[in-house]
């Protein structure tokens, strides 16, 4: 029989290392197919998977709970699956450098338990290449098996977008990759027990590699263009939000908008692009360029926020600023490589301390992480300006007198942020509101 066949039949399970917020899903979904072990380092984390508790906002508390994954952090319990599932993060190094530290980590943990006949598939994002060049010797090294004879691996990157609920796992084509034609295969039939929009095969891992990485750069510039424009369009005194919506009357046009890029993937995946094509000689122009619009868009947003304030005859050093939102995207709680922070050290650097609040974002991993201190939306009062950050949904249901309440009372002008231009501007500057948005 083959291990697809073996895992069908439950006779063999299926691992998966890092249960965030793209393992969390992949592990659910498989879970109510075949026999699932869910593994992290996190002990904290799997204790609360363990209650029914989804940290991820991801699958949900419900299906967490009535999931038959089993949830641990005894790296031992990894030798009861053959087919292995790595879903770590790979973030950048202060210098912008790819950190492989944790798929090194997750590779070093499989190694020791692997045995024969299983297949190892790495969703983390790499540059082209590095699954081979790097994971294979550490998993030869620590199981002293050998890639190919004794094991097989595969690569297949990851598409999940977290908080989105339509674009779900299932239903987006996976990319398969294998170290050969019989692992190819044997991948492919096993990822199509739960993607129903099926899978598309690539020749070699470093085409899947590459996809992957590809994928979010194209994202990233056609952001990047957006964010230029908007900047551009402030000095004209043009609404950059009417000029897109009328762009986009037409039927070629590609719907993106400025905004803040962060996260996990966007923010970070260009950077292994350009760090491979260094190493190889050439400087990648548009890439860089892109990534460096997009960094610095924190800090255009705060001193376009600075800007307002003095135009409307506020003490900049004394004026109290709320910051609606935190996460690095709408409707999730995920706030790694949150754009936000950037606003907010820059805010700093003029003496103000924002009040930061937000629907979704974990309080305590917003102070372990970033130092912030985050809000009720209730108790945020007597405001000079309020910035709405995120396009959480639960902002845009807040009415024009919810948000006025939050600012100080009987003063002349009020400076409200719109970044994601979320709320009809005409509301607020015929209420005499000074207005921005990006």
């Known amino acids: 029989m083959t291990l697809y066949e073996d895992i069908i039949s439950k006779k063999e399970k299926i691992s998966l290392i890092g249960l965030g917020y793209v393992g969390m899903p992949i592990a659910v979904n498989f879970g109510e197919k ?5 593994f992290d380092i996190n002990n904290e984390k799997i204790n609360l998977y363990k209650k029914g508790i989804d940290p991820t906002n991801e699958v949900g508390n419900e299906a967490v709970k009535n999931s038959s994954v089993y949830f641990t952090s005894n790296e031992e319990d990894i030798k009861k699956a053959k087919f292995h599932i790595v879903a770590v993060p790979t973030p950048i190094n202060q210098n912008k450098t790819p950190d492989l530290t944790p798929i090194e980590g997750a590779s070093e943990v499989i190694g020791r338990n692997l ?3 299983s297949i190892v598939v790495y969703e983390s994002t ?11 010797p550490i998993l030869e090294k620590e199981s002293g098996l050998k890639c190919g004879v004794d094991f097989k691996i595969g690569y297949s990157p990851e598409r999940i977008n977290p908080g989105d609920k339509v674009h779900t796992l299932e239903n987006i084509i996976k990319i398969v990759a294998g170290i050969d034609e019989e692992s190819l295969e044997e991948i492919a039939k096993v990822y199509e027990i739960v993607i129903k929009a099926g899978v598309h095969r690539v020749s070699s891992i470093k085409v899947a590699e590459a996809t992957k990485v590809v994928e979010n750069s194209q994202r990233d510039i056609n952001i990047a263009f957006m964010n230029e424009l908007a900047m551009v369009f402030d000095r004209m005194n043009i609404e950059t939000n009417e000029v897109l919506e009328a762009m986009n009357t037409k039927w070629n046009a590609l719907k993106f908008s400025p905004g ?8 970070v995946d260009p950077y292994y692009f350009i760090s491979e094509a260094e190493k190889l000689g050439y400087h990648s122009q548009i890439i860089t360029a892109g990534r460096k619009i997009n960094d610095d868009m924190g800090a255009f947003v705060a001193d376009a926020i600075i800007k307002e304030l003095v135009l409307a005859n506020k003490i900049v050093k004394q004026a109290k600023v709320a910051i609606l939102g935190f996460t690095f995207k709408e409707n999730c709680p995920d706030t790694r490589n949150t754009k ?4 907010i050290s820059r805010l700093k650097e003029y003496g103000i301390i924002p009040e930061i609040t937000d629907a979704y974002a974990d309080p305590n991993e917003a102070k372990k992480e970033y130092g912030i201190e985050l809000t009720e939306l209730d108790k945020i009062k007597d405001v000079d300006c309020i910035v709405v950050a995120v396009a959480h949904d639960k902002y845009q249901k807040l009415s024009f007198g919810e948000l006025e309440k939050m600012f100080v009372k009987n003063e002349e002008t009020r400076v409200f942020i719109d ?10 500057k015929n209420k005499g509101y000074s207005y921005w948005s990006l």
Do not use: Q, R
């Not at 936000?340 to 606003?343: F, N, P, Q, R």
């Not at 970044?419 to 607020?428: A, C, E, R, T, W």
């Open 34 to 38: 075949v026999d699932v072990i869910g």
């Open 115 to 117: 045995t024969k006949g």
């Open 126 to 136: 790499v540059y082209p290449g590095a699954t081979e060049d790097i994971c294979i």
């Open 260 to 267: 803040l890029v962060g996260g996990h993937c966007i923010g």
């Open 340 to 343: 936000i922070i950037d606003i």
């Open 419 to 428: 970044i994601k231009s979320m709320f009809d501007s005409n509301i607020f």
